[in-house]
């Protein structure tokens, strides 16, 4: 299984960007699909998950309200649409594929497939 990430970049704050990931080699449709994003000197961090079953999302409490993820099963894609973006959003993100269990799902272990990230950067 392959993870890509595509449609990072540098944006303004206050701007939106959306980045997904397109996932090779099947069962999509059986994954847990996570972002992360690991920013310079700091541990990876959950940002959020869309777990198999359609309309089941999940988000770290800082982008609540500004974030949305999405998952496409046509097209085996996960997308993360983020709007309102500040500076402390820059990072690296990855996309994760996994099963954890539901009290699991912010944990970077349990994911066994990974991107190879897209750079976010914000500038003030």
């Known amino acids: 299984v392959q993870l890509v990430e595509s449609g990072g970049g540098l944006v303004q704050a206050g701007a939106s960007l959306t980045i997904s990931c397109t996932v090779f080699g099947g069962a999509f449709r059986t994954y847990t699909m996570g972002w992360f994003r690991q920013a310079p000197g700091k541990e990876r961090e959950f940002v959020a998950a869309t777990r198999q079953s359609v309309g089941s999302t999940y988000y770290r409490d800082s982008v609540k309200g500004r974030f949305t993820i999405s998952r496409d099963n046509a097209r085996d894609m996960v997308h993360l649409q983020m709007n309102t973006l500040n500076p402390e959003d820059t990072a690296v993100y990855y996309c994760?594929?996994?099963?954890?269990?539901?009290?699991?799902?912010?944990?970077?272990?349990?994911?066994?497939?990974w991107g190879q990230g897209t750079q976010v950067t914000v500038s003030s």
């Open positions: 994760a594929a996994g099963k954890p269990a539901l009290g699991s799902i912010a944990n970077p272990q349990v994911y066994y497939h």
